[in-house]
């Protein structure tokens, strides 16, 4: 069965240094998401993208974040400077998103979990 | 906006009681609903969804109904188990305009099923 997913699966950091997590959407999906979760807390949306650009981002998606699709399988979340707040776990999602559907279902990836120092 | 109000946890059941998760939302016009499960060291699985007013999803033994006029999506299992054990996310996904497409949470409900 087709998964989403993640690499690595847990990445340390110092504070001020960038990152790159990586995600390998589902092969025929047209959307793809980036949310994340601070531990204990709910699951926030940072930004979805689609055609080759940002077609929704939350107030979380500063400019300290961005989103690229750099091949046909890849697509990967920046952060260009951490901060201790960026900790939590990240989660990559993809849907089909076929038109005329009332929803598609997002299928997510397994997370990757950052901790910044 | 939209938001997703959920039963705070954690919840504790012993193996084969019945269990409901409460979730009521906020959100304009008719947006799909779901609830995700979350097991240890996983990520999100959809559980069940619906789409419209009075539509019941289901799976697992899980079923949720769709209640437009009291604005919920209340989880339920007629007999738990111990592999049930998980977080439990109630969503809701809007159907046009800005915010169309995110997913919107509520914080999550951990449940634990004893022996």
């Known amino acids: 069965e087709p998964e989403v997913t993640q690499t690595p699966s847990h990445q340390v950091t110092q504070m001020g240094q960038e990152v790159i997590l990586r995600c390998v959407p589902i092969s025929n999906h047209l959307y793809f998401y980036w949310y994340r979760q601070i531990l204990g807390q709910k699951v926030e949306f940072l930004v979805s993208?689609?055609?080759?650009?940002?077609?929704?981002k939350s107030e979380i998606f500063d400019d300290q974040f961005s989103v690229e699709r750099p091949d046909g399988s890849n697509f990967t979340l920046k952060i260009r400077s951490t901060k201790l707040e960026d900790s939590a776990m990240y989660f990559c999602a993809s849907s089909e998103e076929a038109s005329g559907s009332l929803w598609n279902e997002q299928f997510f990836g397994p997370g990757t979990r950052l901790t910044v120092l | 906006g939209n938001s997703v109000t959920q039963m705070e946890g954690p919840v504790t059941l012993s193996e084969e009681a019945f269990l409901t998760i409460n979730c009521t939302y906020t959100?304009?016009?008719?947006?799909?609903l779901f609830w995700y499960v979350q097991y240890p060291g996983e990520g999100l699985q959809l559980l069940l969804k619906a789409t419209k007013a009075d539509d019941k999803g289901s799976n697992k033994g899980f079923e949720a109904t769709y209640r437009k006029e009291t604005t919920s999506f209340h989880l339920e299992k007629g007999s738990v188990q111990v592999s049930d054990s998980a977080v439990y996310f109630c969503a809701l996904r809007g159907v046009s305009g800005a915010g169309s497409y995110q997913l919107t949470f509520g914080k999550g409900t951990k449940l634990s099923v004893i022996p």
């Open positions: 993208f689609y055609n080759n650009e940002i077609s929704e």
């Open positions: 959100a304009t016009g008719y947006p799909s």
